[in-house]
Structures are given as C-alpha cells and as structure tokens.
Nanobody
Framework: QVQLVESGGGLGKAGGSLRLSCTAS????????MAWFRQAPGKEREFVAD????????YYADSVKGRFTITRDNAKNTVYLQMNSLKPEDTAVYYC??????????????????WGQGTQVTVSS
C-alpha cells in the first residue's frame, strides 16, 4: 500500500503564494510520476500538474500554467506544488496522486492509482 499525505493548505490572499507538500510512504517513490489535482465545491476533480519520476518533465493545466510549479525531492519522498499569483478560483481541495505504472496518458483520473486525503486551499479576494 501507498500512503500519500498532503500538507500546506490554508487561507491565502489573491496575488499571494502557498506551497503544498505531499509525502509518500509504503512503497518506492522515485519510480513513479506524481501529480496534483483539485476539486472545488460542486465541480469535478480536475488535473493541475504532473511531474515524471525524475523531475525532468512536467505538465500543467492551462489554468495554472505560469503560476504554479510542481517539483519533487525523491530523497524525501515528497512532491511539492508552489502556487503563486493565487486567484479566488484556485479555491479547492487539493489532492496529490501517484501515477499508475500502466498509465497511457497524463492528467486523466484513471492515470493515477493512489490518492491522498486532500488539503483545503482557500483564496480570498
């Protein structure tokens, strides 16, 4: 089993920054892609960012491109999401997820096999 625990959420202001962390335990971390998703009230869970196993390749949703940065530290079994220039529409529960070894794409819910419990991010205007 893999356990993913997110931290770093909270209240931010529009134009400000927050940094989320997700620490993995239970299975090797460095052989898998990792990603962040988010889900706002009444909306479906949506892809935010993905990073490959080495950290050498990243993908972003258009809505966060240029504002958010995903990184990872394999020595610490941790993936990060640096969120800058926050907007009220970034308000959501943020989830980290591990890429499935059998995935054929990036960003679809079925491309990930383990999920964290989520951390709330609220951005005030």
């Amino acid at each position: 089993q893999v356990q993913l625990v997110e931290s770093g959420g909270g209240l931010g202001k529009a134009g400000g920054s927050l940094r989320l962390s997700c620490t993995a335990s239970g299975r090797p971390f460095d052989g898998y892609a990792m990603a962040w998703f988010r889900q706002a009230p009444g909306k479906e869970r949506e892809f935010v960012a993905d990073i490959n196993w080495s950290g050498g390749r990243t993908y972003y949703a258009d809505s966060v491109k240029g504002r958010f940065t995903i990184t990872r530290d394999n020595a610490k079994n941790t993936v990060y999401l640096q969120m800058n220039s926050l907007k009220p529409e970034d308000t959501a529960v943020y989830y980290c997820a591990r890429g499935s070894a059998l995935r054929v794409g990036v960003g679809g819910l079925s491309d990930y096999d383990y999920w964290g419990q989520g951390t709330q991010v609220t951005v005030s205007s």
